[in-house]
């Protein structure tokens, strides 16, 4: 699961390396090509909402079988179009199935016994992030090497095979969620209402993937123009420093399942903060900047893993829909901190970046704080107190 989920992240990713080449070799501006990729993480979005609640209804080795397979048809289709339009439509497409990864992490808090939930959502949570990093690292690679539209073939049959071991490997045991599958979407918004769980959990979550993205959009952006002015090459080799978030993904589910998400979840936000605090002075020292990014990953990387099992918790038998609402505003944070890390940069500079990040991750360990919760892995299922 931890490698069909790190997989389908990744697939959203590998043509940003080569979107010159893509342009060139569709005789289009880079720009276009560009807001074609864009249709990726819309569909990403769109996939959160429609697909992930499925798999509390159905079979998950085949409804994820099927997802697979309609990705790997997908980017084979991306791999053979002739225009701008038709990528943005194929890549879109590719968005929405990318969110097997989300609704893995759904099947694995379904089938985890409690005692372990955290520990086995840690190795799936770790899938997802080598999928982030090897997503573009690999996409270049393989696009130097043979070309784009090969490497789009590579990930269609990857995506093809495991798409076959879903079927031979995951529970063919139907979902319990009860109701029909409208009425679950039409769900969504009222579980934030009834949900004090879900509503904080997504508030942190949301503010602290915004101070992710704020500083890996706002970094690429200082490290562009002088005094730096590095190449796009060199600019892609900070993302190594976000190896270190996949041991401290498998370390925080493991420390979840003994101590409790709240003390994982402030940890991992003290350790992002001080590293945040550094990093607005030191981007002239590329070592310390790496080191401050690495451990700015893990403590947030270890925070989603705590903050998400207090989500998958709140009912057990069907998590999905729970995740769906999670991810959702999660993503939604995410955006919203990318635009903000971008512009904060072009208009205040780095160091008015690292601030507004530090204040993002400090809000979110205050809420994370001083707001407390019945843990919904020891409450009865639907029953909370705020």
């Known amino acids: 699961m931890s490698i069909a989920a790190g997989l389908g992240t990744s697939t959203i990713y590998p043509m940003q ?58 980017l084979a289709a991306s791999a053979a179009v002739g225009s701008v339009l038709a990528l943005g439509a194929a890549t879109g497409v590719v968005g929405a199935c990318s969110a097997v990864g989300a609704g893995l992490s759904s099947v694995a808090g379904r089938l985890a016994p409690p005692h372990r939930r955290a520990t086995i959502l840690g190795f ?10 090897a997503g573009r690292i690999v996409g270049g690679w393989l696009a130097d090497e043979i070309g784009w539209r090969p490497m789009l073939l590579v990930f269609a049959a990857a995506s093809a095979l495991v798409a076959v071991c879903c079927l031979t490997v995951l529970p063919a045991v139907r979902g319990t969620a009860a109701g029909g599958y409208l009425s679950s979407l039409r769900s969504l918004p009222g579980l934030f209402v009834r949900h004090a769980t879900l509503r904080v959990a997504a508030l942190r979550g949301a503010l602290w993937f915004a101070a992710f993205c704020a500083v890996w959009g706002g970094l690429a952006v200082a490290l562009s123009q002088p005094p730096y002015s590095y190449p796009a090459e060199r600019i892609g080799l900070y993302a190594l420093a976000g190896l270190s978030g996949i041991p401290a993904t498998q370390v925080a589910g493991a420390w979840t399942d003994r101590v409790g998400a709240r003390r994982v979840i402030l940890a991992g936000l003290v350790l992002a903060g001080l590293a945040a605090a550094v990093l607005g002075f030191s981007l002239a020292n590329t070592v310390v900047t790496l080191i401050c990014l690495a451990l700015f990953d893990a403590g947030l990387f270890a925070a989603q893993v705590a903050n998400q099992w207090t989500v998958l918790s709140i009912d057990p038998a069907a998590p999905a829909r729970f995740n769906s609402a999670y991810m959702s505003v999660y993503f939604v944070g995410g955006s919203l901190g990318t635009a903000v890390g971008a512009t904060s940069v072009e208009w205040f500079g780095w160091p008015a970046t690292a601030v507004i990040t530090l204040a993002a991750v400090g809000v979110a360990g205050t809420i994370t704080a001083f707001t407390r919760l019945a843990s919904p892995g020891l409450a009865t299922v639907g029953q909370e107190t705020t």
């Not at 799936?124 to 990093?133: D, K, N, R, W």
């Open 17 to 74: 390396p080569a979107i010159a080449e893509v342009a060139d070799s569709l005789s289009s501006q880079i720009t276009a090509v560009g807001v074609a990729l864009a249709c990726g993480p819309t569909g990403y979005m769109v996939g959160l909402c429609l697909l992930v609640p499925i798999v509390d209804r159905y079979a998950p080795g085949r409804i994820l079988a099927a997802q697979f397979g309609v990705l790997a048809a997908a």
């Open 124 to 133: 799936v949570t770790a899938g997802i992030s080598a999928g982030i990093l």
